[in-house]
């Protein structure tokens, strides 16, 4: 999934303060689960907002919305009355949703209430942590299934620096060493010769370093 | 000015989340007589059903302060609901100081509750540590 | 015209002498004098300097600009050049413009993380990896084409090196990847500090065995230690470094004047078990800010060039 994290409450209440009326738009797929952006964080928002402005004793009106997905055109529409009600929109959806609400109604302002962080997963409650960099070239079949670009500070494609210790990363010791979970994994499988072999440089065209990257599925298309 | 602020001659307006384990069932109609405070007590099955969301919509229903009561640390009867609620209540101070709100205005209490004077002390305990606050930041900005 | 001159380490290398090199880290400032003065600390002690490419992610003078400054001493320098402030055109520009200027040895390095540099907050480039770089050099050199395939008018003929930590984990892997490095074309290996001996003789052995010390140049790295103070920093605070606690107990053993005077002798065992050890061509000293140690140390190991001239009868 997608996750994000709230922004500080002083960035998002400098940013909301010129609105008199303001919804809150909420998106109930990938920033729901990691406890970003769904129904509950947006009533959250709502109350922390409301509750900041009337000691500041400035009047603001604060309306509440979740929608299923915000990069959809057909749950953002749902909005549309909501958001011709208001002066502004705060998305807590990631950085595709605020834009794709953005791009839907071209005369608000729509701003982010989330910091997208990265593609991830929840290792255990409460935890989310880092998989994947969507570089548009899946190799995760040549390193056990780790991801070693996401994964490895110094996206190493041949093996692991010398600062692996004890499993930890070198970078950061709450991380684990994406190197010897490969090789831990390899080894396990009886694959660890595989890892003999050498990887060639990347293409990065297919990430985002060929600039914004589209896919067109023509079967799709009408 | 908030409207949730003591006002001469009126109970001050206070919230209370009680888990029914930790408080003993005698002294909820007492809550009423209680004449320092108005007290608007919520009854809750367990602590753990404590969410964010209640504790700020009592604020801004106008509660001067919130008081949640919990059975004692290990004696929860789902294992770690009270531990939940602690840690929920951790954040909503945070959140609220960073708002410059007054994270003080939220407490937690962890062990049963015999009598009604009790609950009062904990509510004068709360509010006093608001006007120290007060105190204090009218001292830092000079005045 | 075709630039002149071979590399004088793989030369020495290659006859089969003991080789004896040392790490110089290039100044935070532009000063050209104050790394002319501390490589003529090195002159006639080693067969070659590394300069380091902003070594630890500290923004110093470029290795490149250091190797030249060198260069014009009299001492030939091994240019070590990272792979997490470049990207591969960047690289491969870098490496022409270097052996333009005379520069014949290079170590292909991915770099120390940037979090742990004066600059945390830089982007870390991370285009290609270390093996990956040392294959593009050794490419170049083979078939006088750079990585896009061009054929180039004067193809750089590098002496090309890696670097290898025979103390990082997961252990079984050291030596597949130092095979890798070996595969990629590196032709001669510089090791991490050496205080672990039984570790680095048991790497050594695994290295053997694998048939690798026939393929590449092996120089042990050595680091006279200054201080108890310094050997715990190290060993606790420095990514990859393995300091036995019997090698710190033996520092904080003397009194804090002959801590220094220590630390050299520690030194000079390892190296009499480098000596020693077969599949071993040569030391790599990295006296961190510490260059005077390395005259001495190179003396008291009899390791001067005259010295090995002598012992070897040429």
Redesign the interface.
């Known amino acids: 999934m997608i996750v994000a994290e709230q922004k500080p409450l002083a960035e998002i209440i400098e940013m909301v303060s010129p609105y008199g009326k303001l919804l809150i738009l909420g998106c109930g797929t990938c920033v729901k689960t990691c406890f970003a952006g769904g129904e509950e964080e947006v009533a959250i928002l709502a109350s922390l907002l409301r509750l900041a402005f009337k000691k500041k004793g400035i009047d603001i009106e604060i309306s509440e919305l979740t929608i299923e997905r915000q990069c959809e055109n057909e749950f953002i529409q749902e909005a549309s009355l909501a958001v011709s009600r208001n002066d502004a929109v705060l998305s807590l959806a990631c950085g595709a949703g605020v834009q794709d609400v953005a791009r839907r109604f071209t005369g608000k302002p729509v701003l982010p209430g989330l910091n997208t962080t990265f593609v991830g997963v929840m290792e255990s409650r409460g935890l989310f942590t880092e998989e994947c960099l969507c570089c548009g070239d899946c190799r995760l079949g040549l390193t056990g299934g780790v991801c070693v670009l996401a994964r490895c500070a110094k996206k190493l494609s041949n093996g692991p620096c010398g600062g692996s210790r004890n499993g930890k990363c070198e970078v950061n010791p709450d991380s684990d060493c994406a190197w010897q979970l490969v090789i831990d994994r390899m080894k396990n499988l009886g694959t660890l010769d595989k890892l003999r072999e050498y990887t060639p440089p990347r293409d990065w065209r297919s990430s985002n370093s060929g600039g914004p990257r589209k896919i067109l599925r023509e079967d799709m298309v009408i | ?2 409207d949730n602020e003591a006002k001469p001659g009126y109970a001050r307006a206070v919230t209370l989340f009680y888990c029914i384990n930790a408080v003993k069932s005698s002294i909820f109609a007492k809550l009423e007589d209680v004449g320092e405070f108005e007290i608007n007590p919520v009854k809750i099955p367990c602590s753990s059903m404590i ?3 209640f504790i ?2 009592a ?2 229903a106008g509660a001067e302060a919130v008081l949640i009561i919990t059975c004692p640390e290990d004696s929860c009867q789902f294992i770690d609901g009270n531990r939940r609620a602690n840690k929920r209540v951790e954040r909503v101070r945070q ?2 100081d ?4 007054g994270g003080w205005r939220v407490s937690i209490h962890n062990s049963r509750i015999e009598n009604e004077d009790e609950i009062c002390l904990l509510f004068r305990q709360a509010l006093g540590q608001g006007e120290n606050s007060f105190t204090a930041e009218s001292l830092l900005a000079g005045e | 015209m075709i630039p002149q001159g071979v590399s004088k380490l793989e030369k020495k290398l290659e006859s089969g002498r003991f080789a004896v090199t040392a790490e110089l880290g290039p100044p935070r400032g532009a000063d050209k004098d104050a790394i002319i003065t501390r490589a003529s600390l090195l002159k006639g002690c080693v067969d070659a300097v590394n300069v380091t490419d902003n070594q630890t992610a500290i923004v110093r003078m470029s290795s490149i600009a250091a190797c030249v400054h060198i260069l014009k001493t009299g001492l030939e320098p091994v240019m070590q050049m990272t792979t997490r402030d470049r990207n591969r055109i960047a690289l491969q520009s870098d490496l022409l413009g270097a052996y333009s200027l005379g520069i014949r040895n290079i170590l292909c390095l991915s770099g120390d993380h940037q979090v742990f540099g004066s600059q945390p907050d830089a982007l870390g480039v991370f285009d290609i990896d270390s093996i990956q770089f040392v294959r593009s050099v050794r490419d170049m050199k083979e078939t006088g084409r750079d990585m896009s395939g061009y054929e180039l008018a004067i193809a750089p003929d590098m002496f090309v090196g890696a670097a290898a930590n025979p103390f990082a984990d997961p252990f079984e892997y050291r030596i597949i990847r130092l095979a890798k490095k070996i595969e990629a074309g590196a032709r001669f290996i510089q090791t991490q500090c050496i205080f672990n001996t039984e570790r680095f003789r048991e790497w050594m052995r695994l290295a053997r065995e694998e048939g690798l010390t026939e393929k590449v140049f092996i120089l042990g790295g050595i680091t006279p230690l200054k201080s108890a103070g310094m050997a715990r920093y190290m060993a606790a605070k420095v990514a990859g470094m393995d300091i036995p606690e019997h090698i710190i107990r033996r520092m904080e053993g003397v009194p804090r004047v002959k801590a220094a005077d220590e630390g050299m002798k520690i030194a000079l065992e390892t190296i009499n078990e480098l000596l020693e050890c077969p599949g071993i061509s040569g030391i790599h000293i990295m006296a961190i800010e510490n260059e005077q140690a390395v005259g001495r140390l190179v003396e008291a190991a009899g390791l001067m060039p005259d010295a090995r001239a002598g012992q070897e009868g040429n």
């Open positions: 000015m908030p969410k964010e969301t700020l919509k604020l801004e959140m609220l960073e708002i410059g709100y």
